[in-house]
């Protein structure tokens, strides 16, 4: 019986001395890869300061063709900070950008449109330029968009369609078929005054990677790039967001 | 005197030395220490928990499911994943093998990915099979897929009801063929009162599709006299989507693998707040552990769904 307990003793030392080795070890493998994010972290961070002082001739001259339109979500904590939207906008002006859609889900970038379009250098509303109009040089177009943008517009543009729908004379059997397409929608969208401009790049600003109720019906084939919080937004990092951009080959699904 | 400056030096180089290793030893042992103390606190807890075993009370177990792998915590775990499964073609022509081959071992990873979320208590799992702009491919691959499709889920009924698990497919289906609709009849039959486990195929299904769907739906019940025009809003439309054969008809996660980041017309109305997961892994290497980090990434996001906290 001894000899059975002090076995079971032993064997019990054991299991724990091993337990603990590979927990050390466990917490060594924890060290390495936290020095490896953070090493990873400082020359990404190096890599965007030279991208701005245009050390990194690969973004030098950035092919903007397939960038029409740009979609920036901000979140609402820091939507308050409007001097950084207004730096940000700044960027993408003298990046080259020419129309953007400015997103926060409470509207509040909304509110401060005037201050913006003030403060932002060659900018103008979307919406008060013509359709034949293209922004030449260092001007930029801006859209402000928000949360009512997105299915209270939808909810509008359908109610818009099923009145028309039911004022019109059509067969019984006829289940909307002519009435409901993608195209009646988007004109029914314009007339609530969501005009749908569909981003080809969306760029989130936010502690989380979602695009924070942003216009549903725009999205389908958008690129969306978590860009991090807009208090550390840096210019490289944006400048290689929109290059990398610019060498996404979609194949729209076929 | 020089002798015994030389004397003094001697001894005060040792003394240097010695209280150099001194400090050096120090350091690694607070360095072990640190290391050492998360480590310790299990092994002392140890001998309790086999006493707290026996007053687990059993009525929180529930067989069948696995305990969340450390790190992850179970009442954070998402209801409802949905995945894009991209980069079957290419993780095929990486292996030097044909594209439907490349596709069996994608559907073989959704039964496997599907299987893993149910025991970590994910409630709903959607995965986007086929979508309405995969008509455009290859005529031979298009009808590859369907013969899959309808192969897979065929061979799945007996190993979805042992498991309980409720199979739904959704999208437009009008193309697809008459043997496919068949067997997808079948398999939501088979598995219709199954409640805790969830898995919907998107098959021929288009967000901008489910969208003018819903409205459709509207208005066949507005004739019927079902809804009055003002009544109609947001739930409403919610309601009539396809995905209310669901509880949780929003994501709470989406991922997609193999380095696209967009959501190519998936749950267009059902991702306004939903974590967006860009993996740069081909579907079919999507395994457990890359499944993890995505609930990892999940968890540590802190979600205010558009709100101010």
């Given at each position: 019986m001894d000899s059975n307990q002090s076995m079971r003793l032993l064997s019990s030392w054991i299991g724990q001395i091993g337990d603990l080795g590979l927990n050390l070890l466990w917490r060594f493998i924890h060290i390495v890869v936290s020095l490896w994010y953070i090493v990873s972290g400082i020359s990404e961070a190096i890599e965007s300061y030279a991208i701005s002082l245009g050390l990194?001739?690969?973004?030098?001259?950035?092919?903007?063709?397939?960038?029409r339109c740009l979609a920036v979500v901000v979140d609402i904590e820091a939507v308050q900070d409007v001097a950084k939207v207004v730096e940000l906008l700044q960027w993408l002006t003298t990046i080259g950008v020419k129309q953007v859609g400015l997103f926060d889900s409470q509207g509040l970038l909304k509110k401060s449109k005037d201050l913006i379009l003030e403060t932002v250098p060659g900018s103008m509303l979307l919406e008060e330029i013509g359709k034949d109009f293209s922004p030449d040089g260092k001007r930029i177009a801006l859209e402000f968009i928000s949360s009512s943008d997105n299915k209270e517009a939808v909810m509008k543009a359908a109610n818009i369609l099923l009145q028309r729908y039911l004022k019109s004379s059509h067969?019984?059997?006829?289940?909307?078929e002519n009435f409901f397409t993608e195209s009646h929608l988007n004109e029914a969208l314009g007339v609530v005054g969501e005009n749908v401009h569909v981003p080809d790049l969306l760029l989130v600003y936010g502690p989380?990677?979602?695009?924070?109720?942003?216009?549903?019906?725009?999205?389908?084939y958008t690129e969306i790039v978590h860009m991090g919080t807009l208090k550390y937004m840096r210019y490289g990092s944006l400048l290689k967001a929109i290059h990398k951009f610019t060498g996404v080959h979609q194949n729209y699904g076929t | 005197m020089i002798f015994i400056h030389s004397i003094i030096h001697a001894k005060h180089l040792q003394f240097f030395t010695l209280s150099t290793m001194l400090s050096l030893l120090c350091f690694l042992l607070s360095l072990l220490f640190l290391l050492l103390l998360p480590c310790l606190r299990p092994c002392f807890s140890a001998k309790g928990s086999l006493k707290d075993k026996k007053k687990i009370?059993?009525?929180t177990y529930v067989v069948g499911e696995e305990e969340p792998p450390k790190g992850l915590r179970r009442e954070l775990m998402p209801r409802h994943v949905a995945v894009i499964m991209d980069g079957n073609r290419r993780w095929a022509k990486q292996a030097g093998l044909l594209t439907s081959q490349g596709y069996e071992a994608g559907a073989k990873r959704l039964i496997e990915f599907a299987e893993l979320c149910f025991k970590l208590g994910i409630n709903t799992v959607s995965a986007f099979a086929f979508s309405t702009e995969n008509w455009g491919r290859h005529k031979i691959e298009v009808k590859c897929l369907m013969y899959l499709f309808q192969r897979y889920l065929k061979s799945k009924i007996q190993f979805f009801q042992s498991k309980e698990i409720r199979v739904s497919v959704i999208g437009n289906?009008?193309?697809?063929p008459e043997s496919l609709l068949g067997i997808i009849t079948e398999i939501e039959d088979a598995t219709k009162s199954y409640k805790k486990k969830h898995l919907i195929l998107a098959i021929d299904y288009s967000g901008r599709f489910d969208i003018l769907r819903a409205c459709k739906s509207i208005v066949k019940k507005s004739e019927q006299g079902l809804i009055r025009e003002e009544e109609v809003d947001e739930t409403l439309l919610e309601r009539e989507l396809q995905t209310k054969c669901t509880e949780f008809p929003s994501p709470d996660l989406l991922i997609r693998t193999s380095g696209e980041q967009r959501i190519s017309n998936f749950f267009l109305w059902q991702l306004a707040y939903t974590e967006l997961f860009f993996s740069p892994v081909l579907w079919p290497d999507f395994d457990k552990d890359k499944l993890l980090d995505a609930l990892d990434s999940y968890q540590r996001r802190e979600r205010r769904f558009g709100c101010r906290v």
């Open positions: 990194n001739k690969k973004y030098s001259s950035i092919d903007l063709e397939k960038l067969p019984e059997n006829d289940q909307g989380i990677r979602s695009h924070l109720g942003f216009p549903a019906w725009r999205l389908r | 009370d059993k009525g289906l009008a193309k697809i």
